[in-house]
């Protein structure tokens, strides 16, 4: 048989067994839905806004970074691979616009949006800028001048891990006269793992948008479970970088990293409001069967842990973790000396995973209708 006839074999054979390959065997990218309820006439978008590629000293393709971010559940992220750090030069083209136009079609078609992003590195202090246009121009700038021309490019600028090569968190002179000059808008609350409390205390005095975000490097695969990866909560007018970046000029931001959520009480009570249905409050109990149980249904993403405070001396709700999308029964109970008849209150309830101010946490009230007799029916 000639090599002509052998070759057109083979590829008749492969045609073939390309058409009886089951259509379900190819693998399909899979989201995981992340729930979060807007509030009050704001849409909430999930961000990632500091991540890495092998166009800096990230370990995967721009792609990639899309492919987990939908996955995710979120809505918007930002390559940020670094201004003046690029190990893999000797591979890859050290042309920051690269990273964001290999990644541009795919987020498209994903229904991500993109944010054409770079960070400032210098030493061991440095920043995101966001909505660049000329990614490429802080190279070879100094720290003051790279800002400037972020300013001059209308970016928007953070200041990451705060924290992250000193043994305290704090605010550096350097930082006190960039930010006095109006050059920075924003700083990190979450880095990857890593949470910096301090800046809780900053960011409202100093009216910068607090940041949670991943900065990762290497592939996310299960590294954030059970709870999800940080995320900055932003809370926009429009879906669209144009909404998004006025909302992050705006400081319309809440931090969501490892079970724990800070903002201003405006948002944390807009989540929880948005969230949270006691499906049964009016019950009914005996003062010899005296517990009942109170169903919350949790709608989103985001887990709420619940503690009674100030009650009624013969009320008791017990403490609990709202599991995420789930409906939760809490026990509540009553003493021997809780009185007969009809009661309606409001149970105050401290949610002690959402930050409100430093060492102060959400409170809420819950509406009951308690109905107490002898003998519960």
Partial sequence: ????????????????????????????????????PDVAGYRALKCDLHLHTVFSDGEVWPTTRVLEAWRDGLDVIAITDHDEYNPHKEDVSA????????????AAQYGL????????????????????????AFAGLKLEEALLEARAQDAFVFWNHPGWRTPKTVWLP????????????????????????????????????MIANSDEHAPLSDRYLPHTRPVTLVFVKTADLAGLREALFERR?????????WGTAEW????????????NPGLSLGLKARSATLH??????????????????????????????KITAVSLSITEKA???????????????LHVEPGRNLFVRIPLRLRIVEQAP
Avoid at 181 to 189: F, Y
Avoid at 255 to 260: D, I, M, P, V, Y
Avoid at 268 to 279: A, D, E, P, Y
Avoid at 339 to 353: C, F, S, V
Wanted: net charge positive; glycine share 6%; hydrophobic share 45%.
């Fill in 1 to 36: 048989m000639t090599f002509r006839k052998v070759f057109g074999l083979r590829r008749a054979l492969c045609a073939l067994v390309l058409v009886l390959i089951p259509a379900g065997v190819v693998p399909a990218q899979v989201r995981t839905p992340l729930p979060v």
């Fill in 95 to 106: 042309d920051l616009v690269r990273p964001h136009e290999l990644a541009r079609r795919l």
């Fill in 113 to 136: 949006l993109l944010v054409p992003a770079v960070e400032i590195t210098r030493g061991d202090i440095h920043h995101n800028a966001l909505f660049v246009t000329r990614p490429n």
């Fill in 174 to 209: 350097e930082i006190d006269a960039l930010h006095a000059k109006g050059l920075i808008q924003g700083v990190e609350l979450v880095n990857g793992p890593v949470i910096y409390p301090e800046v809780f205390e900053w960011a409202v005095p100093k009216n910068l948008a």
């Fill in 253 to 261: 931001t809440v931090c969501w990293g490892s079970g724990q959520v």
């Fill in 268 to 279: 944390l009570q807009g989540l929880w409001s948005g969230s949270v249905t006691v499906l």
């Fill in 296 to 325: 919350f249904q949790n709608r989103s993403a985001i887990p709420y842990r619940i503690v009674l405070r100030r009650p009624p001396s013969w009320l008791r709700i017990s403490s609990a973790e709202l599991s995420p999308e």
């Fill in 339 to 353: 009185p007969l008849g009809e009661h309606a209150l409001e149970a105050e309830l401290e949610i002690t995973n």
